[in-house]
T-cell receptor
């Protein structure tokens, strides 16, 4: 079945530490891939996206993600987190066959330890 | 601001009642999307409009849910005979060109619906 999996429900990292949030997808063809962030009381904000080409994608707020076709993964990384990065992070895909609907993972909640 | 706006921000209703949720997209965006986000879950696609017409309503859970966009701008999501399971945050998004997801979907802050 087609799906987007974020295996970590909640992650806590210390401020200044590195971060990696995991995302795996299951689709027949490589879909379009996205990471969104949702802060309390805020709307969803796009961090970065991958359509094709360079498999390492740079986004806003110092985030990057790497697409690995062999592992069907699109993990999000940041070298040094800030307290303001505490939020819910969603991996999402648009299946290649669809031009409209975004399919979201269940999210990973990130907490920052002072 | 020039972002997507949604009203009301919160709506509390009783089981069996009818509710309307409004979305005002970014000016000039032809595509409009509705999603539903249940507690602890990611947003779930409901319906997508291109202009005034619903191009994809495959995500609507049943015939109690209906959405309109009569003038190709503001959209209203209508829920009849609400049930407690309808409680969720309803998100609206808009984008410039629906033909390709290369155009980013911009999300509103959502309407939190609580059915008692």
């Amino acid at each position: 079945a087609q799906s987007v999996t974020q295996p970590d429900i909640h992650i806590t990292v210390s401020e200044g530490a590195s971060l990696e949030l995991r995302c795996n997808y299951s689709y027949g063809a490589t879909p379009y891939l996205f990471w969104y962030v949702q802060s309390p009381g805020q709307g969803l904000q796009l961090l970065l996206k991958y359509f094709s080409g360079d498999t390492l994608v740079q986004g806003i707020k110092g985030f990057e993600a790497e697409f690995k076709r062999s592992q069907s993964s699109f993990n999000l990384r940041k070298p040094s987190v800030h307290w303001s990065d505490a939020a819910e992070y969603f991996c999402a895909v648009v299946p290649y066959s669809s031009a409209s609907k975004i399919i979201f993972g269940s999210g990973t909640r990130l907490s920052i330890r002072p | 601001g020039a972002g997507v706006s949604q009203t009301p921000s919160n709506k509390v209703t009783e089981k069996g009642k009818y509710v309307e949720l409004r979305c005002d997209p970014i000016s000039g965006h032809t595509a409009l999307y509705w999603y539903r986000q249940s507690l602890g879950q990611g947003p779930e696609f409901l319906i997508y409009f291109q202009g005034t017409g619903a191009a994809d309503d495959s995500g609507l859970p049943n015939d109690r849910f209906f959405a309109v966009r009569p003038e190709g701008s503001v959209s209203t999501l209508k829920i009849q005979r609400t049930e407690r399971g309808d409680s969720a945050v309803y998100l609206c998004a808009s984008s410039l060109d629906p033909a390709t997801l290369r155009n980013e979907q911009f999300f509103g802050p959502g309407t939190r619906l609580t059915v008692l």
